[in-house]
Structures are given as C-alpha cells and as structure tokens.
C-alpha cells in the first residue's frame, strides 16, 4: 500500500533547493591538490629512490639531531639519518597498511552485508546482531585485543584495524542492498522474468556498490590514522621501519631538542588523511 | 512503558552477552597466553611442571567451554579474574584506574560538545560566506589530526615552549588540561559534522518556510524551529563518542604518562594480558549500551513522535 | 513605523490593485527563471498562476511573500503591494507584513508543521509575532479559528502534536494559521495535490469560503488547470518562467488565444469531453478474474490490518478495467496480487486461466512473460546504471536464448512503437525527461510481447500535456497490440478517459463497480457519488 501522491518526489523538494544554474564542470580548486596530495604519496610509495637520495635506515652520525637546512630540509634524528627520506620511505608502510585494512573491511563487511541484505530473514537477523555488538565496541580496543592474538607487526596492525571496519562497511552495504531491493526496478527486474541471481548481479549489486566504494574511500583516511596510532604504541612495524606513526613516537623523546622530529611526520599524515578524506567526500557526493 | 522498557532492557544484556562472548573468543582462546609469557622467560627457571601448576592456578588448562562458563559466572559477579602480568585482581585494577579515566573523559566531553556546537553555530549561522565556509572545513580538518601527535604537540608548545603547563609536578587540574583538549578535539569532529548537517537540512524544510512565512524572523526561526529538530538527532551517536573518548583515552594517558584504563589497556595489549584488556573491553560496551539505553528512554521526553499515543486515522 | 499596508482597507483600496507584479525578473545564482512576468490582482480577487513543473509559477509566488530560497534573487521588476514597492524591503521590514498582510498556505502539509510543537503553540505563534502578548486571549482566538476551519474537538487539537493529525487535519490547521490575521492577499501553494480528491475539494471549499468571509484575496498556485477553472476569477498560464497568457477565468477557458493553453485545456482529462463509448471490447473471453480477495498486513503491534477484503471483478480480453480510490482503499495492494507480487490471504485469482499464488520457481517466471506491471514512478522503475538498450532487452535476455540480431530488432520494434527515438537507446534514464522514461519503462514491459499491462498510478507522476501523450500512446497500443489494461489511479477523470469498466475501491472493499458511462453519468452510491462530485472542472461542465 504505497501512498502514491505523498511518496513522490513532487515540485515541493525541486522548488526548496532550485537547480544550480551556471555551475562550473571543472571540479574544486580543492578536489584537484587532494588528488596532489595523494599521487605525491603513492609515488613517495613506490619509488622512494626518485625523491631522495637517502636512506631512510641509515644515518651519519656527525648529522644528527639537525634542524631543517638546505642538505637536510626537515632536519635530522638522533641517528643523523634525513628525516624527510625516512617519511618518504615511511609511505609504503602507511599506505600499504591502509589499503590492506580497507580491502579486509571493504571483502568481508561486502560479503556480510551482501548476505545479510540479500537472503533476509533469520539469516539477516542474526548477522546484523553480531555486527551491531562490534560496534558497541571502540575500534581501538577491538584492533587492540586482535592485536593480542595476532602479535605485533605491520601487517598484523593493518588487519586488527581492518577487522574492526567489517562492521560498519556490513552495515552500509546491507542498508544499500535492502534499499536497491526494494527499488521498483529491482521489482521490475524480477517482473521481467529475472532468476534471482541474475538481479543481484545485473542491479543490486552494481547500485548498492557504488556508494560502499566511496565509502571505502572515505575509510582510507580513518586507516592510516588508525594505523598510525598502533604504530605510535609501538604495536605496529618494529624499529627502525620509518612508519609514520612509530617515526612520531621515536621523536617524542627528543621533544625538547627536536621539534622537527614529531611535527613533521604529523603534519605529513594530517595532510594525507585530509586529502582521502576530501577525495572519498568528492566520491560520495558524485553516487548520489 | 515498562513492557518496552523491559524489552529494551533484554536488548541490552544480550548485546552484552555477546561482546563478552566475543571478547573471550578473541581473548582466552588465542595461542600464546600471558602465564607463557611472564613465566617461560628464561630469567625465571621454571620447570614444564611448575609452569603447568601455574597454569592450573590460573585455570589456563580447563577446556574452553568450562574457562567460558566461569569467566561469564565471573563477570557477572563482578570478578573479572587475575592480571597476570601483576597478579592483581582485574576488578581492583579497574577500581583504581577507572575514577581518573572517568574525569578525563567527562571533561573531554563536556569540552568537544561546546566545541562542536560553537563551530556548527558559526558553520551555519556565522556573519559571512567566508567565516562559515571555513568552520565547515573545520571539522574535515579535525578528524585528521593524529591524537597522539596531537597531545605531543601541545606539550611541546604549551609545557615546553611557553611554560605555562608544569610537566614536572603538574596539579591534579593542570594535568588534566592538555590531554582533555587532546582527546576532545577529534570528538568534537563528528559531533560538529551532524549537527552542521542537520542544522542544513532542517532550516531547509517545510515547516520552516511556513514559520518565517507567519512573520518569523530568522532569528526567532533558528531558536523556536530549527535548534530543537537539529540537535535531537545528535544525541543518537553519544554512545559512539563514548567509545571514542575511552580510545582516545589508550593513547593520551600514554602519552601524558597518566594514569587510567586507558594506560591500563595499552600495558596489557604489551603484556598480552588479556583477562585485563577483556575486562576493559567490556567496560566500553557497558557504557555503549548503557548509554545507548539511556539515550532511547529519553528520546520520547524530546520528541513527541516516539511517544506512545493515540493516533488519528490518517 | 507608519505602515500603509496594514491597513489594508484604507481609503482608495478600491481603487488600486492589490498586488501589482511587473517586469518581474528572479535568478538562481545569477541566471533568471522567470523573465518579465507582470500581473495584478484586486483586492478579494481569486488569481490562479497555472503551470507544468518548471514554469515558475513557484519562484513568482515565492518572490511575492520574500521568501526565495538563499540562492534567488529579484534582478528585475517589482512588487508592489497596495502601491508599495516591496521587493527591495529590508528583511525586518518585511516579517512585519508576513502574516498579517500577506501569508502562506504551504504545498506539503505533512512537512509543514514543526513536528515537535503542539498545534496550540504553532497556531498561537502567529498572533505572538505580531505583537499579541495576552495569552489566554490568544488561546479562546486560536480555539475559535480550530473549530472555524472545521477541526472537531479544538481544545484536543490544541493539545496534539502534528503527527497525531491526519493530512486534511494538517492542511486545516495550516489554513487557520494563514488567516489567523485576516491578511489582505493569502498564497495558496498547490494547497491540495497531496491530498485526496474528496479532502481537496472540502479544503478548496474551506478556503473559498473564508475568503469570502474575511474579503481575502487568493493567488492560487497549480498545475491543475480545472482547479484554477472551478475557483479562479482570473487565471494567469505560466510555461517555461513566461507568462502565456492571463484573463478573466470564464473568457480565457472559453477561447483560450494562445496555442499552449489550448492544448493545456485539451489535454487536462477533466476538462476536455469524456471519451467517447468503447464498444465491442467487452462481452469477450475473461482476461483476469478476481474473486474474494483478502489481503493481510501485518501491524507494528503484531496485530494484521486488512487492506483488501472480498474484492471481486473481471476484466475482459482487449478492455480496461479501472480499480479507483483514494489513498488506503487496497487499489495498489489488489494490482500486486494480481501480478503476482503478493499471496493473496484469501480468495482466488486467474489471470489467463492461471492462479499466480500456485505458481512457483519457473512456472511464475513464465507466468510473467503474459502480465506486466508499469510503475507510478519512472525514475525510481528504471535501473539509474543501465542503457535504455540494456533495460529493453535484459527481460528478453532472461527467456530462451535469441540470436543477437533478433533482439535488436525486437528492441527497435518496441522502442518505435512507443514512439521512441532510436538515439536514445544509449542513453541513461537520467538524461530523460518524465515521459521518455515512463515510454522506456512501457516499452520494457511490452518486449515480451505480454497479453496484460497491469498500470499502477503509471500517469500519475508526470505533467498535464505529458500525460496525455501516454494516455494516448496506451490508447493505440491496445487498439493494435489488443492488450488487456488493469489501471490503477487516484484521479478520477484520467479513469474516465482510459477505461471501459471501474471498481470504486474504499477501505480495502469495492463500493461500486460497472461500464465508465454508467458508474460516472449515474452513481448508485453515495460514497461513488461523492468522489465524482469532488472531480476538479465540474463548475466548468456545468
């Protein structure tokens, strides 16, 4: 029983937000440094080597513990090694970590959610209740005690920070598929003589997915500081792997003599983040 | 009334239920456990057989389901079994810990909340474009502020640089201040963000057109329309920031060298002292669900439209 | 501040207009919507702005009342108000006349009351702003002007909360708060389209009567041009942020000049002459049978509700049969049964000889090639991701297996018979208009070649003209294809138009059922007989 005249879209939606004549195609000033930001850091990633010349491991010791110059333009660590090779050298970690921790969440709370969404019924019930507990519980915490079991270690830091984003993508990706199912042209698509297989993966599946992927963009941001803060707890790639995180907690012992030594692997992951973050936002606006 | 307070209370115990089973899952039957750990050290020389008594102690030889009964039979009594790297009760442990964490994050609270409301209100209603489109980016900003750099950074400048906060023998307030402004900016983010949304979305509806159509000013608009349907919403994610606030309280009280439940976590995760970091686990899920109780108890008082009533035949 | 216009029946009113708009020009975020749009209304006039969506009838009203979206502007022209130019005012200024002299009867009652204030507190508000402190004085006003707009119980409504009201209540309570002040010029915004026919036509008296009580003057906002006939003195055409054309209602309906406005008339079902008796489709073979049907929803508190209950009726091969009524009466539920879509919890039903609730698996599935549902909505029933080519022939491509050139061909046949351009194969439904979709959306179901087209609310969505052309698109279909239309519709005189047989449908039952001609020309019922009285234009008919 759909109440037909009060569902619809009418003119009272268009008339409160009139359409944006004369905008612009050529997106934000903004939108374009983000994705700067992040090419930058994907090749800092890949090819170190192009950046600097220095070893992000190994130091002179005469240079040690200098302040930013022209040799060494963000200074140097207790060990004389360059700082800025040692956060160039540090992307792979951050990154890698962060694309593992979302590609666990983004296959595993897909698959969940995909299940949940899809099959209904008790099936749903019951995965959706064990996804609500794994929210009740902080992320942090839960990374923590998966930390536990798996041990410390870069990769392990990234799938404890992966594991706890299961839930919420499970929990995204189910209200979108309930939402497509209950389209009129998923309904249509079964009209037509669809087998149920077929639909989900003609329709639910394309259309739910679209705004899990911007999602996961969003994610990507939340990983690296998540990745960063186990790092920074020392749970995450032992000494001395320039991660950014463990770079911050390893300065923090010079924070009188060095202020380079935390401000600026800081600032590298603030810029980094708020660029995914800007790049996931973009995403999601452009699926709705 | 009391049948769906009834109901929701059920809800609640088995969300409990099964962060406890999850917890103990995760927890007791990993591989290497903390009497491994503390005891096969080589400093200490124990024996296989000596190790083995310990684990007897400790009841780490009972088969999984009988350790499960226990610990739950435990919990609900209270008892949340040993620390195993100290040899103390978790529950003292926690008694001792949990009063200062509850302080730094009840301040931290009450600040991200003033926060967050100052930057929404300045967001949506400040005097120029450009004042309001950069408390809009503000929060973007906020929540991609590492906390743990955070709290260096304000050491650094407010201890180091300008004195004004004692590393050395801080008072019981002053040592609060900088790690309350650490946890509480990355909170304020979300908060600011929803209620910036919905301070949009409901100056957009119908309802206020009509109000500012009745001869309304904006002003009078914003304080009788707009503020009451724009900040309800908001209450809905309160048991997610207490969640954040106890994480956030891992990484401050470890750097401020305070302690907490939060330091209390982060040596446990080291020690791999897991009835430790169940217990705490546990205590973010009582205040999740707790709050979470509270918050939908409370709603109907709030919002007319939850409460249970007659209703006209539409 | 002495302030002219509140006092609307000062000396000379008389002889100058009310609301005077000329040259009026409003741009959204610098580029103009609506170009030089001029009329005038005298005072206690009924003036309808008549328009399809985009017109700017809308924005016009909206710059009336100064309260354009942040966005808009007035670059041109003016307003003026019992000689005052007001468009420029200062927005202080203008909240002192908001209320008083001009206010709003807002489109979406639903939406339109704050849902966490009592009726009381939102009614009242209107005498606190301007300048009324006395609250008990407030209160005995306030109840009298609830039970003036004909809510019973007023002291109850005044202690309720919007969501306890229904839809009719709502859009009464927000009539009250219109005219609380007695204003000189009330904006009635679509004041009815989300409202039943039989509740539009209490609350169109409503404001017809008050407004000849209280000498008001009405601007009428629709796009439904048999309203604007039964109500307006003066209708104004608007299309594409123009005016067409304006007039005394009776002369402009009687010989329309322009071309638009003819076809506005021709095509608005209500208006135009019933069509025409359809003989020799009925008496044939029974396409769809329905006997007894009962259908059960179950209710928050686990309880059920019954939506349908002993429906019953036929559908001959090559005929339309209409189910109608208003919103709650099980017409929707009983169409979905019907196709398939829902077990029925009792009674029978045969669609060419087959049961669907028998059905399962692959026997359902090959039931569907002979029935097919076309949706109200023809941008939610088409897949946003898929080609028109795609969407046309996924439903072939789930049936035995054609070769790819047959399926061209079939997809260009059915695409031309629904009068589509090939180039729009390629498109995406988002880059049509309303109507493209809902042919592409026709055109999909019609691939399969199926026997019946159940229609639910399928013209509902879309524009007067627009409208039309499907309804006649439909009309040539059957006649060639020799389909079988079960159409299902709120609006009353589209049924007219479209069908041969009519079940009235309410509360989930059938009040009446026959031949169009007799169930229209000489209702048996009284509640048939009202809801063809509340059909819009009939003041027009005669």
Known sequence: MTDILRSFPSAASARLAPPRFGWSRRPPLGLLLAWAVLLVAAAWAVAPEIFTSQSGVVGIPSEKLQAPSAAHWLGTDELGRDLLARIIHGARYSLSGAFLAVGVGLVFGAAIGLTAGSVGGRVEAILMRIVDVMLAIPSLLLALSLIIILGFGHAQAAIAVGVTSIASFARLVRSEVVTVRRSDYVEAAFGSGGRFLQVIWRHVLPNSLTTVLAYAALQLGWAILQISTLGFLGYGAPPPTPEWGLLIAEGRKYMMAAWWLTAFPG????????????VGRAAERATR | MTRRLLERLGQALLVLWAAFTIAFVLLQLMPGDAVLIKFVGGDLGLSPEAVAEIRAFYGADAPAWRRYLDALAGVVTGDFGYSIASGVPVAEEIRTNLPATLWLAGLAFALAVGLALLVAFLATLGPFAWLRGAFQALPGLMVSIPVFWLGVLLIQIFSFKLGWVSVIAPGPWERLVLPVIAISIPIAAPLAQILIRNLDAVSTAPFVHVARAKGASRRWVMLRHVLRNA???????????????????????TVFGLNGIGRLAEQAVRAQDAAVLQAVVLIAAFGFVAINLIVDLLYPLFDPRLRRGGRAPA | MTNALLEPRAVGAETRPLLRISGLEVAYDGVPVTHDVGFEMAPGEVVALVGESGSGKTTTAQAVIGLLPPNGEITRGEIRLNGEEVSRWSPRRFD?????????????PGASLNPVLTIGAQVSEVFR????????????????????????QPELRFRQYPHELSGGMKQRVLIAMALALKPALVIADEPTSALDVTVQKRILDLIDELR????TAVLLVTHDLAVAADRADRIVVMRGGRIQEQGPARELLAAPKEAYTRRLLADAPSLSAPALARPGRLG????????GLVQNFPTDRGGSFRAVSNVSFSVARGSTHALVGESGSGKTTTARAVVGLRRPDGGKILVNGQDPAALRGEELRQFRRRIQLVYQNPFASLDPRQSLRAAVEEPLLNFEPLAKAERERRVHEVFARVQLAPELLERRPAALSGGQRQRAAIARALVLKPSILVLDEAVSALDVTVQAQILRLLDELQRDLGLTYLFVSHDLAVVRAISDTVSVLQGGEIRESGPVAQVFEAPQTEYARQLIAAIPGRLRRG
């Not at chain 1, 600032?267 to 800007?278: E, F, G, H, S």
């Not at chain 3, 002192?96 to 979406?108: A, H, N, T």
Request: cysteine-free.
């Open chain 3, 212 to 215: 000849a009580e209280n000498g």
């Open chain 3, 284 to 291: 044939g073979e029974t396409a769809i049978e329905v006997r």
């Open chain 1, 267 to 278: 600032l590298v992951v603030i810029l980094v983040v708020l660029a995914a973050n800007r």
């Open chain 2, 231 to 253: 900040l309800l919403p908001a209450l809905t994610i309160a048991g997610v920031l207490f969640g954040e606030l106890l994480a956030g309280a891992v990484v401050t009280e």
């Open chain 3, 96 to 108: 002192s006349i908001r209320g008083s002299v001009v206010s709003l009867i807002p489109q979406d």
């Open chain 3, 129 to 152: 702003l301007h300048g009324r402190r006395d609250r008990a004085g407030i209160r005995a006003e306030v109840l009298a002007l609830l039970e003036r707009v004909g809510l019973s």
